[in-house]
């Protein structure tokens, strides 16, 4: 079946720009999770989600980051005012009730100038 | 606060060499504990997961050990292929959230 999916795979944004990804988990994972990796670096903890609820969101690093999934399927990652710190690789991952095992999208490369 | 990190960082043998990637995590208080294969610009491959009641898992050439009460894994890839070049990353999920802690990689290279 189909796995993870994130939009656009790369994204070259302005400082200041405001910028939306966006992640289709696999059908019928209640769990998503979004993670920031930077260069060189493993993946860091952003947030996440069980269906619509927000349940975590200790990872976002600033009021800039902002995540939703209003209908517990699709979800979209908001950067405004985008910095060039904000430059990585942000990874989308959705799993089953059980949490047990992550399944990985292939990610969304955004490069702020 | 969980820390992991992973030894060597990098790590280049010749084909056919059996290696050892090493995982350390600070705290024992461990649900899960998952290896990852990622490769160039692309996302993360899922190789072994090994719940924290469970010693090791083998998939093909792979055999992943957990000693949960040293804080540590191992990955273990026997035979090594070409093909097996890639950045190899560790997660632990601990008993407090639903997140993974990753650790920082080991970039295999393994050369014909």
């Known amino acids: 079946g189909a796995g993870v999916s994130q939009s656009p795979r790369y994204k070259v944004a302005k400082r200041g720009q405001d910028v939306a990804l966006r992640c289709d988990p696999i059908s019928g994972h209640v769990s998503l999770f979004w993670y920031q990796q930077a260069l060189g670096q493993g993946p860091e903890f952003l ?67 | 606060k969980q820390e992991v990190t992973q030894i060597p960082a990098a790590l280049s043998v010749p084909e056919g060499e059996n290696l050892v990637l090493n995982c350390s995590f600070t705290d024992s208080a461990i649900y899960n504990l998952q290896w990852f294969r990622q490769d160039p610009g692309k996302g993360l491959t ?15 050439r792979l055999n992943a050990s957990l000693d949960k009460s040293s804080g540590r894994s191992t990955l273990y890839i026997a035979a090594s292929q070409p093909g097996d070049s890639a950045t190899y990353l560790c997660a632990v999920r601990d008993n407090y959230g639903q997140n993974f802690v990753f650790g920082p990689g080991t970039r295999l290279s393994v050369l014909p």
């Open chain 2, 46 to 60: 899922s190789l072994l997961l090994i719940q924290s009641s469970q010693r090791e898992q083998t998939s093909g």
């Open chain 1, 47 to 113: 947030t996440y989600f069980q269906n619509e609820a927000q349940l975590d969101k200790s990872g976002l690093p600033s009021d800039r980051f902002f995540a939703e999934r209003p209908e517990g399927s699709v979800s979209t990652l908001k950067i405004q005012r985008t910095q060039q710190e904000d430059s990585a690789v942000y990874l989308c991952a959705s799993g089953r009730v059980d949490y047990n095992e992550q399944f990985f999208g292939p990610g969304t490369r955004l490069t702020v100038l």
